[in-house]
């Protein structure tokens, strides 16, 4: 069984950083995209960063320049750099990642459980 468990998450000023970090585990022979998504209250979820098992990265507008998205391929973990915090950043942020749990199966893409960030003062 396949678990993205995400971390990080919190209550913070505006203006404010967090770095959240989002770790596989499970059964995993290779893992391809990873990213960082949210969800606002009323909204649906957009995309906030991806990143290739490569290193190259892809940002939605509202978060370029502040915002830096990593990863650890040999710990199995994305990280998401928040920096310059805007209350509009307030939402769920859900860790996704592309998994091939063995060598003859197809990717599945997984989701984490979220993690609250609220930018308020």
């Known amino acids: 069984q396949v678990q993205l468990v995400e971390s990080g998450g919190g209550l913070v000023q505006p203006g404010g950083s967090l770095r959240l970090s989002c770790a596989a585990s499970g059964s995993i022979f290779s893992i391809n995209a990873m990213g960082w998504y949210r969800q606002a209250p009323g909204k649906e979820r957009e995309l906030v960063a991806t990143v290739t098992r490569g290193g190259s990265t892809n940002y939605a507008n509202s978060v370029k320049g502040r915002f830096t998205i990593s990863r650890d391929n040999a710990k199995n973990t994305v990280y998401l750099q928040m920096n310059s915090l805007k209350p509009e950043d307030t939402a769920v942020y859900y860790c996704?990642?592309?998994?091939?749990?063995?060598?003859?199966?197809?990717?599945?893409?997984?989701w984490g459980q979220g993690t609250q960030v609220t930018v308020s003062s």
């Open positions: 996704n990642a592309d998994i091939q749990g063995s060598w003859h199966e197809v990717s599945i893409s997984r």
